[in-house]
C-alpha cells in the first residue's frame, strides 16, 4: 500500500513538471522582436554658430534740456513718437530773448557809430600833429578812444553773439532721427531754472542698435580670429527663436579681459528699420563663426543622456543594438552633431528606444524621410545662452 501511494506521488510530480516546462515553453514562443525607427547617420558641410546673451543699447541717447529759463508755450510732438533730425520739439516763450537780441543789436550799433566817428577823429588829426599844430598826447588821446571804441564794437558784437544763442536755446529741435520718450514737462511751466532738473525729454536713435555681449576666455580666441579676417557676422534671436531678419556684424571688441569674470565685452551693430529691438532688452546673438565639413548628423531624439553621459543605440549585425557613447556638438531644428563616437551611414535608432536594451535583438524600419533634407543652419549647443555673459 506504502509502495502504491509513493509510486502514486511520483508520477503526479512528474505530471506538475511537464506541464510547468510546456507552459515555459509556450511563454518564450510568445516574445515579440520590438519595432523600431532607424536612420543613418550623414555628413555635410554645415556653417557653425555660436550663441550668447546680450542687452540692446541705443547707439545714440540724448536729452533734450531747457537751457534758457522761460514759460514752456510749445509742445510739437506725441510721447513715443518717431520724429526725425531738424523736427521742432519744445519751444520757450522767446519775447526775453527777442528783446535781449534787439538791445544788443541796438547798443552794437550805437557802439559802432562811436569807433567810426573816433577814427575820423584820428585821421583828421594826424597831418595836424606833424604840423605841431597839437601836441603829441593830444594825438595819443584820440588814438586811445578809437581803441577803446573798437574794444567795445567787439564786446558788443559777443553781447549780439550770446543773445542769438540765447534766443535760439528757446526752439528746441530733434538733433538726429529717432523716437522720443514721453514728456518730463507740460506746457505752462516754468523751464531752465538753475539748479533743477530741466529735461523735458529723452530721445534715442533705434536704427541701427548696438548689442553688448561678453563672450568667456575659452570663445575669445576664435572670435577674435574671425573678427580679423573681416566682419563677423551677427544675428539677433527674438524672444520666439526666430531669426531677426537683419543681417549686422561685430564692430567692437574690448581691450581688456574682465579678471573677476573671465570675459571680454564685444559689441554687435544691428539693422533695425522696423524698429522692432529697443534699448534695454535681454536678447540671445548670434555669430557666424565658419563651416564645419563633414559633420556628423543624427536626429536628436536619438541621443540619450544618462548619468550625465550620451549615448544613440546604434544597429549591428543580426539586427541587434549596441548602446554607443557619443560626444555630442551642435545642435539646429531636430538634429544634432556627433564630434565623436559615430561616423556617416551607420544605422541609429532613432524611435522606440524606451522598448530595447544593449544587445536586443530589433525589427528595424527605416524612416521615410531620412536624413535627405537636414537643415544647414547649425548653432554650437556647447555656447549656449547659459553661458556667464
Known amino acids: 500500500m506504502k509502495k502504491q501511494n509513493r509510486l502514486s506521488i511520483l508520477i503526479f510530480s512528474i505530471l506538475i513538471l511537464f506541464a510547468f516546462v510546456s507552459c515555459k515553453d509556450k511563454t518564450k514562443t510568445t516574445v515579440t522582436t520590438p519595432t523600431v525607427t532607424v536612420e543613418k547617420a550623414i555628413s555635410k558641410t554645415i556653417p557653425v554658430y555660436y550663441d550668447f546673451v546680450g542687452n540692446t543699447q541705443s547707439i545714440q541717447s540724448v536729452n533734450i534740456t531747457a537751457r534758457v529759463e522761460g514759460y514752456l508755450t510749445e509742445r510739437n510732438f506725441k510721447d513715443g513718437q518717431n520724429v526725425n533730425k531738424g523736427d521742432l520739439l519744445f519751444v520757450i516763450d522767446p519775447r526775453t530773448y527777442e528783446a535781449s537780441l534787439d538791445e544788443a543789436k541796438a547798443q552794437l550799433e550805437k557802439d559802432r557809430a562811436a569807433y567810426n566817428y573816433s577814427i575820423e577823429q584820428v585821421v583828421r588829426y594826424q597831418p595836424l600833429v606833424k604840423k605841431q599844430y597839437i601836441t603829441t598826447d593830444e594825438y595819443d588821446q584820440y588814438v586811445t578812444q578809437s581803441d577803446e571804441a573798437l574794444a567795445a564794437v567787439k564786446a558788443d558784437e559777443a553781447q549780439v553773439v550770446q543773445a542769438e544763442l540765447n534766443l535760439s536755446y528757446c526752439y528746441m529741435r530733434a538733433p538726429f532721427s529717432g523716437r522720443i520718450g514721453r514728456r518730463m514737462v507740460d506746457v505752462g511751466n516754468l523751464v531752465g531754472v538753475a539748479g533743477q532738473d530741466n529735461t523735458l525729454a529723452t530721445l534715442v536713435k533705434l536704427d541701427p542698435i548696438y548689442v553688448y555681449f561678453?563672450?568667456?576666455?575659452?570663445?575669445?580666441?576664435?572670435?577674435?580670429?574671425?573678427?580679423?579676417?573681416?566682419?563677423?557676422?551677427?544675428?539677433?534671436?527674438?524672444?520666439?527663436?526666430?531669426?531677426?531678419?537683419?543681417?549686422?556684424?561685430?564692430?567692437?571688441?574690448?581691450?581688456?579681459?574682465?579678471?573677476?569674470?573671465?570675459?571680454?565685452?564685444?559689441?554687435?551693430?544691428?539693422?533695425?528699420?522696423?524698429?522692432?529691438?529697443?534699448?534695454?532688452?535681454?536678447?540671445?546673438?548670434?555669430?557666424?563663426?565658419?563651416?564645419?565639413?563633414?559633420?556628423?548628423?543624427?536626429?536628436?531624439?536619438?541621443?540619450?543622456?544618462?548619468?550625465?553621459?550620451?549615448?544613440?543605440?546604434?544597429?549591428?549585425?543580426?539586427?541587434?543594438?549596441?548602446?554607443?557613447?557619443?560626444?555630442?556638438?551642435?545642435?539646429?531644428?531636430?538634429?544634432?552633431?556627433?564630434?565623436?563616437?559615430?561616423?556617416?551611414?551607420?544605422?541609429?535608432?532613432?524611435?522606440?528606444?524606451?522598448?530595447?536594451?544593449?544587445?536586443?535583438?530589433?525589427?528595424?524600419?527605416?524612416?521615410?524621410?531620412?536624413?535627405?533634407?537636414?537643415?544647414?543652419?547649425?548653432?554650437?549647443?556647447?555656447k549656449s545662452t547659459n553661458k556667464d555673459n
Open 214 to 382: 561678453s563672450p568667456t576666455e575659452r570663445d575669445i580666441a576664435i572670435l577674435t580670429q574671425q573678427y580679423n579676417k573681416g566682419k563677423l557676422k551677427a544675428y539677433v534671436v527674438l524672444p520666439d527663436e526666430k531669426i531677426y531678419p537683419e543681417e549686422g556684424y561685430v564692430d567692437f571688441i574690448d581691450n581688456t579681459v574682465d579678471e573677476s569674470t573671465g570675459t571680454l565685452t564685444m559689441r554687435a551693430v544691428i539693422p533695425n528699420p522696423e524698429k522692432i529691438i529697443l534699448p534695454g532688452q535681454y536678447t540671445k546673438i548670434r555669430l557666424y563663426v565658419d563651416d564645419k565639413p563633414n559633420a556628423v548628423l543624427v536626429p536628436q531624439k536619438a541621443v540619450l543622456s544618462q548619468q550625465g553621459d550620451n549615448l544613440v543605440y546604434v544597429l549591428g549585425k543580426d539586427n541587434k543594438v549596441k548602446s554607443t557613447e557619443v560626444t555630442i556638438g551642435s545642435e539646429y531644428k531636430q538634429y544634432t552633431v556627433i564630434n565623436k563616437g559615430l561616423k556617416a551611414g551607420q544605422v541609429i535608432v532613432t524611435d522606440g528606444v524606451q522598448k530595447i536594451q544593449d544587445g536586443v535583438e530589433v525589427d528595424p524600419k527605416y524612416a521615410d524621410s531620412g536624413s535627405k533634407n537636414a537643415d544647414s543652419t547649425v548653432v554650437d549647443s556647447k
